[in-house]
């Protein structure tokens, strides 16, 4: 992906750019790590926010319910109500195109280990390939 040093790129150029799209959504903080849990959940059904938040406790419930409401409108995630229980339960699923993004963050996860260096040690503890925290 070689960039074209013959123009000029104007702000909605750039804006319009689809790695821009991609990191408008996805480039909040923790946004990533919402989709990462929902990615690797072993329930069929979603998850529950409760789980999420447990998943990854140290950000705030504002925060995960921002993060949730901002990948359900951008369709990433859907949130499904389940009435017949009293309380309704809610859980949050991934849409097709939240789960298009899982082999984006296998490309991720790869470059992070090829070039994080020192940095991915903490991660991947004995330096396999998957992470012993997210397991993912």
Known sequence: ???RSDTI???AS???CPIFLVTRILGKRWAILVLQELLASQN???AQFGELHRAISWVSPKVLT???RELEKEGIVTRVVDASIIPARVHYELTQKGLDFGPILDHMQKWG???????TLGCLG???S???ECKY
């Open 14 to 16: 750039a804006e319009n």
């Open 130 to 132: 998957s992470c012993s």
């Open 44 to 46: 069929p059904a979603g």
């Open 113 to 119: 280990i090829k070039h994080g260096g020192e940095k």
């Open 1 to 3: 992906m070689a960039m």
């Open 126 to 128: 004995d330096g396999t």
């Open 66 to 68: 921002q993060r949730l």
């Open 9 to 11: 790129r104007t702000r």
